[in-house]
């Protein structure tokens, strides 16, 4: 490291982040590249970067790309540390000239944040929400793996022999699932009739373990959201599932949501103008977290059937000339 740069009073860092190891860049107030190096993404390899950065100076702020990926540890890790650490995008095909490698998308990312470009706080990911955001994942897989083992009860059901499918049809899901699980294979009636049958009641007996996982999670997820948001919890329309998407959103901090536009535009619920000379016209964005976009709409749905405010508020928007779908646009 040449020594010239030792006394710099400031640097900006950028690092582009993979699975197994990072590559930070550093540049100088004026934009002029310090050095580049590859660390491994492990403790050790965090602390060897913010060591690195270091050494060029006083450390400003640092741009890392997928914070909420790949580049989560060494976001903390920077955090945690004092570093200002500002979330960058991975930049597009066509703003990049020349050819692509880690170090360019280091540079460029420490230069997204000198120019002030990426502005963006990401997610601390060190509190209640992180621990909600978890379970909802594993309840999303255990959800769609319930979805599947009942599609191919009911597929079973279809087109197996007559003696299997016979004492099935006609059930509800619910029932379905209790005679499947009473399933006894019997092989001196046929093998194919009793494989039917094994599988069925395997399938039944995976759906109900699923769904007794699903309201594990469900219990656990209620209880840390309403820990975390009580008033959130108990506003009108807004369930477990509900809370925790919006929650989600904003993160452990969200205090890096500037205004209530920014939530929104989070959320995919702004308006995105689309006016061309003299005609003045929005458009429906189709952006932002889409789990949260429809966290709103289910609280929107259900507050018009519900709720008396939001029903007068939807009779006046009618009275206007306003379509159903414009209405609820309004409301989420």
């Known amino acids: 490291m040449p020594d010239r740069y030792r006394d710099r009073c400031r640097v900006v860092g950028g690092v582009d982040t993979h699975r197994d ?20 993404a492990t403790r050790t390899g965090y602390e060897e970067l913010g060591l690195w950065l270091r050494a060029w100076g006083e450390v400003d702020s640092v741009g890392v790309e997928g914070t909420s990926s790949y580049g989560a540890g060494v976001s903390r890790f920077l955090a945690a540390a ?3 650490v500002v979330e960058v995008l991975r930049p597009r095909r066509r703003s990049r000239r020349g050819d692509k490698n880690d170090s360019a998308d280091a540079v460029a990312a420490a230069r997204s944040v000198l120019s002030g470009e990426a502005t963006a706080t990401p997610k601390s990911a060190d509190g209640p929400v992180e621990a909600i955001r ?6 999303r897989s255990a959800v769609k793996a319930r979805t599947v083992a009942m599609n191919q009860i009911k597929s079973l059901a279809v087109t197996a022999s007559e003696q299997v499918t016979a004492p099935l049809r006609g059930r509800s899901s619910a029932s379905l699932i209790k005679a499947c ?3 006894r294979p019997d092989p001196s009636r046929g093998e194919a009739a009793a494989a039917a049958k094994r599988s069925l009641r395997t399938l039944a007996t995976r759906w ?9 999670l469900d219990a656990e997820i209620t209880r840390l959201c309403a820990a975390a948001a009580p008033a959130l919890l108990a506003a009108p329309g807004v369930g477990p599932q509900v809370a925790a998407a919006l929650l989600v959103a904003a993160g452990d901090n969200p205090e890096r949501l500037r205004s209530e536009a ?8 702004s308006p995105v103008e689309a006016s061309s000379g003299r005609t003045v016209r929005h458009r429906l964005n189709r952006g932002g977290d889409r789990q949260a976009n429809n966290a709103l709409w289910r609280i929107a749905t259900v507050r018009l059937r519900s ?3 939001t029903q007068a ?13 414009e209405i609820l646009r309004c409301l989420q």
């Open 21 to 40: 190891a990072h590559v930070a860049a550093a540049l100088d107030p004026a934009g002029r590249l310090l050095g580049t190096a590859s660390f491994p």
């Open 82 to 84: 004092g570093v200002t």
């Open 134 to 139: 978890a379970l909802r994942m594993a309840r």
């Open 181 to 183: 699980s009473r399933l």
């Open 208 to 216: 109900q373990s699923l769904s007794a996982e699903i309201d594990e």
């Open 262 to 269: 920014s939530f929104a535009a989070l959320c995919g619920v």
């Open 307 to 309: 709720d008396e405010r």
């Open 313 to 325: 508020y939807a009779a006046r928007r009618r009275a206007q000339g306003n379509t159903d779908r």
